[in-house]
C-alpha cells in the first residue's frame, strides 16, 4: 500500500473502471498499481462526503490514516441459526475479519441469508430455496457497491450459497475470493451398524412406508422397531457442523468452484471443523490483498476455460444436476457463452470415476483423507482433462496450486483409475425430444440402466406424489414413469428440490420407477432421474399435455424423451385444449420471483429480459 495518503490525490485521479460492465451502475475508482482502496477512496477523499466519513468513525474506523488510505474489504458470511450447514460461516468470518486488519485494511463483516434444504425437503418451505441464489447475490452486489467496497471475501456453506456469491462476484466485479464452509463429519447408526448421513434419512422414508426397514441385529426387538430405526437415523445423520457429506449440490458447487480457480485449494474438501479450514480463513486475508495488488477480478477467472473445468470435475466426481442450473446462471451473470450443449459435450468426451454418494459409497471426508480436491486436480490435469494453465486468486495457475499436494494414491478406492471408470462417459445427459424440445437433465450413473419405458402417471404437484408414495400406492409390477409437474421455476413458484420423493423410492425399492419433472432433484438424489423440464408446464410446454397411460420412452445414449404414443397432431389438439393455470401465489417473494425468473435451461436468473427466455 502506498505512504501517500491518498486525501493528498487530486479528484482527477478518478476515473471509470475499464473492468466494469456497462449494464450495471459505474464507480469511479483510482486505476490499479497503486493505493488499494480504489472504490472507497471516493467516500473517504478529503471532505467531499462528510456525513460518510463520520458513520464510519462511528462504525469503528479507528483513526484519519486508516480513513484516507485503508481499503475496505467487506466479508459475507451465508449464516443462520438452525441449519448445521451455516452454522460456523460467522465464527469464519470473525477469523477473516481479524486476519484482515492484520493486514492494515478495513474489514467490514455482513450476512446474507439462505435456507436449508433439508430442513425444507418435501414441503412448500423448498420453493423459497432456489431464488435465495439470487437473493444471495442481490444482497453482496447491494453492499459491496453501496457501502464503496474494495474489495469481497465471501463464505458460503450451503447448495445455493456458492453459486450466489460468485454471481454476486461477477456483477460487481471487484477482488474477490470465496472460502466454502467445509463438509460435516459422517454420522453413524447403531441400530443400522453402519455410516449414516442426511440422504439416508429420506431413504429409511421409503424403506419404511413400504415395510423394509429394520435393524441389523434383533431387528423388531424392544427398542429396534422400523419407528426406532428412524429415530436412531434422526438423532445421528448429522452429527455437526457442515455441508451434506456427499458429491451433492453444495460438495458439488464448492469442487468445481475450486477447479474454476475462486478459492484457495483445498477449501472444497476441508472439512467444517478441521484446523485446515480455519488456517484456510487467516490465510484469505493475504490472498485478498493480493488480488487487490494484482486487479485480478472474477470476470478475468470466470472464463470458458474455467467453466469447463467446472464442468469435467462435475462429471469425474458424479456432481448434482442442480450444477447444470448454477453453472449457466454464473456464466450468463458473467458474459460467458455456455449452453446445454457445452454440459452435453463435456458430458460426452468425461468420465464417471468417483465413488462417492448418492450413487457410491464414500462421502467428502473420505475423499479429504486422501488428499481431497486438489490431488483429484493434480491427477485430471497430468491427464490432461482440465486446464492448469488457468489463472487463480493465488496469482499463480491451478497448476501451480496444487503442485506440492500429495499425488493420489494407487492403492486409494474412492477415485477409478481412467482405464476403468464408473462409467466411460459422464452421469449427466442433456435430453430432447418431443416432452422436453428446449431441454432436460438427467442423472444417470449407468447402474440403473441406460434406458427406461414406461406408462406415464401424472401428479400436477409434488405432494400429490409424496402422498402416493407415504400411502405406498405406487406398485412395483409395471413400469412406470412418474411425472410431477408445474414445479418449475414459475409454476412452483421456486422450481423445490424433490428429494423426498426419489429417496423414498430407493429406500422403498422401486425398481420399476423413473422420475421426471419440471422442477429439480436434489444432489443427493440418484436412480432414473430427469428434471429440468424445459418449457415447464406453466407455460405450457409438453409436460403440461401429457396423460395419464402416454408412454414415455427415456434414451440416455440417444439424448431423448419422447411421448412415442403420442403424434404431433394429437399434442397439437392438446395444446389447444389446455389452459395456464392462475398463479396461486400473487404476491411476496415468490410472485416477484415468479414474475421475473427465466427458465431452467438459461439458468432461472431473474435479471435479464431482453433475451427472450
Not at 471426508?365 to 493465488?394: F, H, Q, R, W
Request: hydrophobic share 40%; proline share 6%.
Amino acid at each position: 500500500m502506498s505512504d501517500t495518503p491518498a486525501a493528498t490525490t487530486g479528484i482527477g485521479s478518478l476515473g471509470e473502471d475499464p473492468k466494469s460492465d456497462p449494464q450495471y451502475i459505474q464507480f469511479k475508482c483510482l486505476p490499479p498499481g497503486g493505493p488499494l482502496n480504489r472504490w472507497s477512496h471516493a467516500v473517504t477523499r478529503e471532505h467531499d462526503f462528510p456525513g460518510a466519513q463520520a458513520m464510519l468513525y462511528g462504525a469503528g474506523v479507528p483513526n484519519e490514516e486508516m480513513m484516507k488510505n485503508a481499503p475496505h474489504v467487506g466479508i459475507a458470511t451465508v449464516w443462520w441459526e438452525g441449519n448445521p450447514l451455516t452454522s460456523v460461516v460467522l465464527d469464519f468470518g470473525k477469523i477473516v475479519k481479524r486476519a484482515v486488519e492484520k493486514q492494515k485494511m478495513l474489514a467490514w463483516q455482513y450476512n446474507a441469508v439462505g435456507v436449508s434444504d433439508a430442513i425444507t425437503m418435501g414441503g412448500e418451505g423448498m420453493r423459497f430455496s432456489l431464488q435465495t441464489r439470487d437473493l444471495i447475490a442481490d444482497s453482496i452486489e447491494t453492499v459491496t457497491c453501496a457501502q464503496h467496497h474494495d474489495a469481497n471475501i465471501a463464505i458460503p456453506g450451503c447448495d445455493k450459497n456458492m453459486p450466489g456469491v460468485v454471481m454476486a462476484a461477477a456483477r460487481h466485479n471487484r477482488p474477490f475470493i470465496m472460502i466454502y464452509g467445509g463438509t460435516i463429519k459422517k454420522g453413524y447408526s447403531n441400530l443400522l451398524e453402519r455410516d449414516v448421513n442426511v440422504s439416508t434419512c429420506y431413504e429409511a422414508s421409503g424403506a419404511f412406508a413400504y415395510g423394509r426397514l429394520q435393524a441389523k441385529t434383533n431387528p423388531g426387538a424392544e427398542g429396534r422397531t422400523p419407528s426406532d430405526v428412524m429415530s436412531d437415523i434422526e438423532r445421528h445423520a448429522c452429527p455437526g457442523a457442515g455441508a451434506c457429506g456427499g458429491m451433492y449440490t453444495a460438495n458439488t458447487m464448492a469442487t468445481a468452484i475450486e477447479a474454476m480457480g475462486l478459492t484457495l485449494p483445498g477449501s472444497s474438501s476441508y472439512p467444517a471443523l478441521s484446523p485446515e479450514k480455519a488456517r484456510e480463513c487467516e490465510r484469505a486475508a493475504e490472498v485478498i490483498k493480493t488480488t487487490m495488488e494484482k486487479d485480478i477480478r472474477p470476470r478475468d477467472l470466470l472464463t470458458s476455460e474455467s467453466f469447463e473445468n467446472a464442468l469435467v470435475v462435475t462429471m469425474i466426481l458424479g456432481g448434482s444436476t442442480n450444477g447444470v442450473l448454477h453453472f449457466l446462471a454464473m456464466a450468463n451473470t458473467a458474459e460467458v457463452p455456455l449452453t446445454l450443449e457445452d454440459i452435453d459435450r463435456v458430458s460426452n468426451k468425461t468420465p464417471f470415476l468417483a465413488d462417492l454418494a448418492p450413487s457410491g459409497k464414500y462421502l467428502m471426508e473420505d475423499l479429504y483423507k486422501i488428499g481431497g480436491t486438489p490431488s483429484v486436480l493434480k491427477m485430471l490435469i497430468a491427464a490432461g482433462l482440465i486446464n492448469g494453465n488457468i489463472p487463480t486468486v493465488t496469482g499463480r495457475t491451478l497448476a501451480e496450486n496444487v503442485a506440492d499436494w500429495p499425488s493420489l494414491s494407487p492403492d486409494q478406492k474412492i477415485i477409478r483409475p481412467l482405464s476403468d471408470p464408473i462409467k466411460e462417459t459422464g452421469h449427466i445427459r442433456i435430453l430432447r425430444g418431443n416432452f422436453a424440445p428446449e431441454g432436460a437433465v438427467a442423472k444417470i450413473t449407468g447402474k440403473e440402466g441406460l434406458s427406461f419405458t414406461g406408462k406415464a402417471r401424472v401428479f400436477n404437484k409434488e405432494h400429490e406424489l409424496d402422498d402416493a408414495l407415504s400411502r405406498g400406492e405406487i406398485p412395483q409390477d409395471e413400469n412406470l414413469v412418474l411425472i410431477v409437474r408445474y414445479e418449475g421455476p414459475k409454476g412452483g413458484p421456486g422450481m423445490p428440490e424433490q428429494l423426498r420423493a426419489s429417496a423414498a423410492i430407493m429406500g422403498a425399492g422401486l425398481k420399476n420407477i423413473a422420475l421426471v419433472t419440471d422442477g429439480r432433484y436434489s444432489g443427493a438424489s440418484h436412480g432414473f432421474i430427469v428434471g429440468h423440464v424445459t418449457p415447464e408446464a406453466a407455460v405450457g410446454g409438453p409436460i403440461a399435455l401429457v396423460k395419464e397411460g402416454d408412454t414415455i420412452t427415456i434414451d440416455a445414449i440417444k439424448n431423448r424423451i419422447d411421448m412415442t404414443n403420442v403424434s404431433d397432431e394429437e399434442l397439437n389438439e392438446r395444446r389447444k385444449a389446455w389452459k395456464a393455470p392462475k398463479p396461486k401465489v400473487r404476491r411476496g417473494v415468490l410472485a416477484k420471483y415468479a414474475r421475473l425468473v427465466g427458465d431452467a435451461s438459461h439458468g432461472a436468473v431473474t435479471d435479464q429480459w431482453d433475451s427472450g427466455n
